[in-house]
């Protein structure tokens, strides 16, 4: 029987999910991939096989689904009855965005490394009860099969500690207040792509731009994080979908201290209520409503968007002693050939010379030959990545 890995990625009200196979060697391919969405208001279940082709997409009944638990358990039972006795699951592997101090690398899962990751809720709110909502449902469907949490945080442990610090009092340090950064599984997974895509670069200064829903860069020096845009939270940096990115803690006291907001409401605010949506008028907080749309407000959040990325290559360049490539990936980054334009005109200081038709292919370098510092598409690939280190442990 060949061997599989799913790998899950569980939000508020969804959960996506990918079966890497094992092919004839020792690599991992995607076999098929799918989505419960709606969990606990109208649960969408559907999947595709690796090349497109639909598999199945139904509506369940709302007493049917419950929650992750019973999402879950309707994603097994499908698994067993796609895959009959063809394939057998040797681990699970979860994207888990928080892993503290404690987890430089994914880990199997137990009852007490569950409680620990529990620790982690209140640094991760949006994201991080979720995550581990979807290992207590596999955990409890599958008690079996190994349970690995691969981690957002993990690529960036180790950096150079001024890079991690906060000019807070010492004691916060100790507490754990450090800028931990994220959306490490796809810097990893860059780092490896340009290792084979661009080997030239893979030992050169890189900052890598991910430009989703959630966005953050990545210096990468020698294929290792050297530092990040986001912090102690998936707050910090970059204006985001709905996140505010960076700004100065004296708003968070003015709104707390005159506006008579409290805590939740902040959070509501900061996570869910501003970036492109809040600066767009409530219009979008997707790129692609944003860059059709003619209001200007609309044009304001994405000049904003491109102005920050620009303000941070900056920075991140002269923190890491100079720029050899800058490379674009998820959703936008991948995407938009708009946005990679503008952010590429914005930095004019880098001298970076754009191939308007290679930037319109949105694939590998899309910049000319003489151009340096470089420019580069490259998809990320997070799923693969969990796997992979899933696989490792589980020593598949
Ligand atoms: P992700 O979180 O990586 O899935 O990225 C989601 C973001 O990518 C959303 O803001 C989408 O609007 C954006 N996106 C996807 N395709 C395009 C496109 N062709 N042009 C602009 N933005 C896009």
Redesign the pocket.
């Known amino acids: 029987m060949q061997k599989a890995i799913l790998v899950l990625n569980a939000g508020s009200s969804s959960i996506k999910f990918s079966v890497f196979r094992q092919n004839g060697g020792s690599e991992l391919e995607l076999d098929s991939k799918g989505q419960i969405e709606g969990i606990g208001v109208r649960p969408r279940f559907s999947a595709k096989s690796a090349s497109g082709e639909k598999l199945i997409e139904e509506e369940w009944e709302k007493k049917e689904s419950g929650g992750h638990g019973r999402a879950f358990a309707n994603l097994a039972a499908w698994l067993k009855g796609h895959y009959q006795d063809q394939v057998e699951l040797a681990a699970v592997g979860h994207r888990v965005l928080h892993g503290g101090q404690e987890y430089a690398k994914p880990i199997r899962v137990d009852a007490k490394v569950m409680e620990k990751l529990r620790s982690f809720i209140s640094l991760g709110p949006l994201h991080q009860p979720n995550n581990l909502a979807g290992i207590d449902a596999a955990m409890e469907e599958t008690p079996e099969i190994p349970q690995i949490a691969c981690f957002d945080t993990a690529f960036h442990r180790g950096r150079e500690p001024v890079t991690d610090r906060f000019a807070l009092p010492r004691k916060y340090e100790d507490l754990g207040v450090l800028r931990y950064g994220f959306h490490g599984l796809s810097y990893e997974y860059i780092a490896r792509a340009i290792g084979e895509q661009a080997p030239h670069l893979a030992d050169k200064r890189v900052v890598v731009a991910h430009l989703?829903?959630?966005s953050s860069m990545c210096a990468l020096k020698n294929g290792r994080s050297y530092d990040t845009t986001m912090g102690f939270t998936a707050l910090d940096g970059l204006c985001m979908?709905t996140r505010t990115g960076a700004i100065d803690a004296g708003v968070l006291l003015w709104l707390l201290q005159d506006q008579g907001m409290d805590a939740k409401q902040i959070e509501t605010l900061l996570y869910k209520e501003s970036g492109l949506l809040g600066i767009s008028g409530g219009l979008s907080?997707?790129?692609?409503d944003l860059?059709e749309s003619d209001d200007p407000k609309a044009a304001d959040a994405v000049e904003f968007f491109v102005y920050r990325i620009v303000k941070e290559l900056g920075a991140l360049t002269a923190a890491m002693g100079g720029l050899d490539a800058l490379v674009f990936t998820?959703?936008?980054g991948e995407?938009?050939a708009e946005?990679r334009k503008r952010v590429v005109e914005r930095a004019s200081a880098f001298g970076f010379k754009l191939d308007a038709a290679a930037n319109a292919n949105g694939r590998g370098c899309i910049t000319t030959e003489s151009s340096t510092p470089e420019v580069w598409v490259i998809p990320t690939n997070e799923e693969l990545m969990i796997a992979q280190h899933a696989a490792n442990i589980v020593g598949l």
């Open positions: 989703g829903n959630g979908g907080s997707d790129m692609r860059l998820a959703g936008i995407n938009s946005i």
